[in-house]
């Protein structure tokens, strides 16, 4: 396996930059004396460039070192990367206790190998997931990936290398679905049904808190009729109880569903809001792929979201409930990722023959003046 590409995860920008260097020179450098490009963390990245550059002002290391040529930004954040090093199903990526730094000898490096093992999670099958693997690691690395890999001499790799650098200048100039994060909702529709059997509830009171309502309404009219003594025509007395009882039956029945409709409405909202800030916590952090999130979607809620409502509005820790409810469908998601192999470089570079040739095919049809 080549190891003309380098990934080095630290926890800070610092550490990252203390990677690559030895004594201020630069650690990995290629036969001509170029410097090799290393990965690092997404978001150690600008601090890890404001530190070299502090560095080279300072004289600490060469000053003819362009920092974003030897530092190239990873997809994945350096606690990201951890919690899969850390969990041990994808082969080749190392977590060390000593320093806490993450390291991939593996020439996809460390964002095209997790991109590989999380397209298998998702599902994809194995040259799917390879494609998509070669796509993210380009994206990384540019054109030094291409010179990362030991080519054939019956290659043209000029072509390769025009084919890595519009991968890395243009979005989506291949059709390949990276990893993204994404939040997943429980769905609001998800607690219509307990909305709708509450309301059945108040529908099946309406009737008594209407003989309430009038009652309430008879007595008002006696307290200002001064039980009729204050009119003479009986008949009037007894329009008036009667339209005065109406309205008030009408009003009570009205407000009681208005209140109590907005308060299980709101009430099932706000435990929904927790359930799902608590899933695009864990989503973010361990990477869970789209049929991973449904699953634990799916036995959160178990088919019966009233019920789930229920037991979380008798629990006295709403927060604590639903953090302990998604954590545990995670572990239990986490535990059952298969463990990944990562392919080999014969493989990587099979593959990639058949993208720069699949794009080479596209040009000569798509853009061909004699054709048009």
Known sequence: MAKVLKSKYNSTGERCVDACLNYGELRYINEDGSPISVEIPCDK????????????????????????????????????????AYDGRLRGLNFYDIDGSIECDHILGI????????????GDNREDALIKSIVR???????????????DNTVDESSYLRFAKRIKEVDNMINVALYEVRNYEIDNELYVEDLDSKQKLIRNIDLPLGFIGAFIGFIVVQAVTNFGKLIDDTNIYLIINLV????????????????SSKYIKNSNFSIMEMFNEELEKVIYENLLTEKEVKIILKNITKGEVSKLLMDMKGSVNKKVSSNTIVTKETKFIMDARRII?????????????????????KLSTDYNVKHI
């Open 45 to 84: 990245y600008d601090e890890a460039i404001s530190d070299f550059e502090d560095r080279i002002k300072e004289g600490l290391t060469q000053t003819d070192i362009d920092p974003k040529e030897v530092l190239k930004r990873g997809s994945v954040t350096y606690n990201q990367a951890k919690t899969i």
């Open 111 to 122: 964002s095209g190998s997790i991109e590989y093992a999380l397209a298998m999670w998702n």
């Open 137 to 151: 690691a380009i994206k990384v690395y540019g054109e030094e990936f291409i010179n990362g890999l030991s080519l």
């Open 244 to 259: 005065t009882m109406i309205v008030f039956a009408l009003i009570v029945m009205k407000f009681t569903k208005v209140i």
């Open 341 to 361: 192999i990562l392919p080999s470089e014969y493989e990587v570079k099979q593959m990639l023959g058949k993208l720069v040739s699949t794009y080479q095919d």
